[in-house]
């Protein structure tokens, strides 16, 4: 078959043919129809998931949609024809954090589709049962590869922060894969969403899915235009970027009780907190890791009900997929992108 393969942390992808694998034990066979493509990836590859030599080389993907076609032994829950979406997350199923729906927090984890094993970069992928999710009726499947980490991060998100009718969140980085559904699923929640990014199309994109308003982050004026909205400050802000200066930006203008969301990991990124002002105003700073499998389907739901509109922007084939990155290294792609994959390509 043929794929796009990772022989070094930090490098590029390379198109080439590699042999289809094979389910093992508890495991299935998909063919994949799309996968999605966003920045999470290029984090890992870049290493910052893990970078065990012994793991590449490494076929990534992990907004994985297709069928399957074969079936390992013992793997439950699956037929052969059934449409599936992949979960990120290779966890045990057997902790006290799996057993609450809590699988980010797996005990026993063993790593990331796309970074531990192979993903949906290819022609097949292979993966446990466990970590394979029915595909919404109806729904296409290149909007579907939104759905396992765009679209279904923002749901867990918006249960971390509590986020509901009254509040207003402000979203920076609100025009990216995470970010544009995110402004979304906000709106589900119940709340009214203020839109932070970098350029006019990416503005004008989150306030067609609900924004109030939306700002460039490199106005010198974007603290009093948020404070005009907020003059008290917000309730909710969730930062997407992960810069020192966004990661200030939304502390500075939480209002009282107001929730700070972090969700990148990148390394040696920090921020300064005042104490002080953590108690006096009783502030809270959450980490949000990805989703449990739960969430994931609720997501989907809101997905099949029209509730959440997914929003990938640019398609190419998998032997293309390289465009796509450099769209993400210039911060020029709207929402996610999506490989298709037909036969051959």
Known sequence: MY?????????????????????????????????????TVL?????????????????????????????????????????VMAYFYLTCGRCDFCRLAHEPLCRNFQGYVGVARDGGYAEYMTLPAANLLPVPDGVPPVEATAIPDAIATPFHVSHRAGIGPGDLVVVV????????????????????????????EKLRATREVGAVAAFDFSSPDLLDAVHSIAPLGVSVAIDLVGKPETLSFCQEILGRRGRMVFLTTFPGITTEVSPRRMVLEELTLIGSRYTSRWELLKAAQLVAEGRIKPIVS?????????????????????????IVLEEGT
């Not at 984090?43 to 297709?66: S, T």
């Not at 640019?314 to 999506?338: K, Q, Y």
């Open 314 to 338: 640019s398609v190419v084939p998998l032997a293309r997929v390289r465009e796509l990155h450099e769209r993400l290294r210039a911060g020029t792609l709207l929402g996610r992108g999506a």
């Open 173 to 200: 980085g609100a025009g990216g894969g995470v970010g544009i559904h995110m402004v979304q699923m906000a709106r589900v929640f119940g709340a009214e969403v203020i839109a932070i990014d970098l350029g006019e």
């Open 3 to 39: 794929a796009q393969v990772l022989h070094e942390w930090g490098g590029e992808v390379v198109y080439e043919e590699v042999s289809t694998p094979v389910p093992g034990a508890g495991e299935a066979l998909v063919k994949v129809e799309a996968c999605g493509v966003g920045l």
């Open 43 to 83: 984090n890992y590859m870049q290493g910052n998931m893990g970078r065990r030599p012994e793991d590449l080389p490494r076929i990534p993907g992990h907004e994985v949609v297709g069928k399957v076609v074969e079936l390992g032994v013992g793997a439950e829950g699956l037929q052969v024809g059934d449409r």
